[in-house]
């Protein structure tokens, strides 16, 4: 019986974050771009501030999209990315923009393992900087 409820509670959990990804995508998707085509630069800080800002509140404070304590995940990156590449695919009815974005996609994924190994090796730096403190050794 606990492993039922246990199952239905991650269940639930990964389908709010969906919901709460896929409508930060949606925003953005559909708004964005009208902010910054009517108003210029002024309008896309403007859509950022309020379309990122908004959804970060929604997703992370009040906690529609589930992040464990002792785990990093790209969640509306991520989500964002995915929404604008389908958008792109259903309207074109084709993979051609798939194909288009790929060198991009290719670039975020290599730097996103950049920063990976970047941060694990600052973790790594801090935590034996610490351990030498608390032993007295330098």
């Not at 995508?25 to 964005?32: E, H, K, N, Q, R």
């Not at 210029?40 to 997703?59: D, E, P, S, V, Y």
């Not at 194909?99 to 694990?120: C, F, M, N, Y």
């Amino acid at each position: 019986m606990y492993k039922y409820i246990r199952l239905r509670g991650d269940i639930i959990k990964n389908f709010s974050t969906m919901i709460g990804g896929g409508i930060a995508g949606i925003f953005v998707m559909s708004v964005w771009g009208e902010f910054a085509d009517s108003y210029g630069i002024a309008g896309g800080w403007f859509a950022a501030m309020i379309i990122i800002g908004t959804m970060w509140f929604l997703n992370h404070y009040v906690g529609i999209i589930h992040n464990s304590d002792y785990e990093a995940w790209v969640d509306m990156g991520l989500a964002i990315g995915v929404c604008g590449i389908s958008r792109d695919l259903f309207l074109s009815k084709s993979f051609y923009p798939l194909l288009q974005s790929s060198p991009t996609i290719i670039v975020v994924v290599l730097g996103g393992i950049a920063g990976g190994i970047a941060a694990t090796a600052v973790q790594k730096t801090l935590h034996n900087k610490s351990k030498n403190a608390t032993q007295g050794l330098k």
